[in-house]
């Protein structure tokens, strides 16, 4: 099937994809990897009026930190955190999600950004960002905004941007020294959507005890889930084997998933619990402690 018409603009800076979306309104989408959008066109799922292309928008494709910040640009494709050294020494978690979206064709075209624009419940940015407490920045001709994750995923391919903002970059608080994070995914080939996935991040006091928190899953309801139970309880604990168990039994308790053809939802459920439990260990790993029983 092919794409219904369109008419196609391709912006060359942030201010040029403003004003076409301030004039084509509701009737435009962006474009930035399209490795989401382009497959729904050609279903014709998405229906566009208008595509506003990023592809020229040069000055959108960055990653920096700033302050106490990683910033990453509109166009910043999902392989630059799967390989940049400085990502994979200080924020494991985004690294190891950067690895395992989709396959590597993808990944050097897709964007982080437009993966969480889109909005899928079974993508890998989702949970990354809601376990990491990203902040999104939205830009419009009145100004910028910014938007916790928490409020940015409202529901499955929908999200808070309102009509005539753009996102031009996501931001990820930097880890301390005694902070690291895992994700989790498993799927039935290279390439395909997740049967279930979880993203941890933790941070251990000089005791050993957890001082925060961040546990999120994917394919488990309409957006992906923050299980705030599980994050409550760590708080202050050793990260012993008793603890781990209970955390990843509030990931199957609160995970909501759908049944399809890769598994039932009490499957689905019990993989949340086991990749809770699997990212919590390789965080501890990684930070070098040893999870006691």
Request: hydrophobic share 45%.
């Amino acid at each position: 099937m092919f794409p219904a018409a369109f008419d196609y603009i391709r912006a060359h800076s942030a201010e040029e994809a403003l004003a076409a979306l301030a004039q084509h309104g509701a009737e435009a989408r962006i474009l930035a990897g399209g490795q989401s959008l382009i497959p729904a066109m050609r279903l014709r799922l998405a229906r566009p009026a208008v595509l506003v292309d990023l592809g020229g928008v040069k000055d959108l494709g960055y990653l920096r930190e700033e302050g106490s910040e990683l910033r990453v640009g509109a166009m910043t494709r999902d392989v630059t955190l799967e390989r940049d050294a400085n990502v994979r020494a200080r924020y494991s978690l985004l690294t190891d999600t950067g690895a395992v979206v989709a396959d590597p064709v993808v990944r050097c075209l897709g964007t982080v950004v437009g993966s969480l624009c889109h909005s899928d419940p079974s993508g890998d940015w989702g949970a990354a960002a809601l376990a990491s407490r990203a902040v999104m920045v939205a830009r419009s001709a009145s100004g910028e905004r910014l938007i916790p994750i928490d409020e940015f995923l409202v529901d499955s391919f929908q999200t808070s941007l309102e009509e005539g903002e753009l996102a031009v970059e996501v931001r990820f608080p930097t880890p301390d020294g005694r902070t690291h994070g895992s994700y989790q995914k498993i799927e039935r080939k290279v390439g395909d959507y997740a049967t279930a996935a979880a993203a941890v991040q933790i941070t251990l006091g000089e005791d050993g005890r957890v001082t925060h928190a961040g546990v999120a899953l994917t394919a488990a309801g309409p957006r992906p889930v923050r299980v705030d139970a599980a994050e409550k309880l760590l708080l202050g604990q050793l990260l012993t084997e008793d603890v781990i168990r209970a955390a990843s039994e509030e990931a199957r308790i609160v995970s909501d998933p759908f049944a399809d053809t890769r598994g039932s939802v009490e499957y689905k459920k019990d993989m949340a619990r086991v990749l809770v439990a699997r990212g919590l260990r390789a965080s501890a790993a990684r930070l070098g402690t040893g999870v006691t029983a």
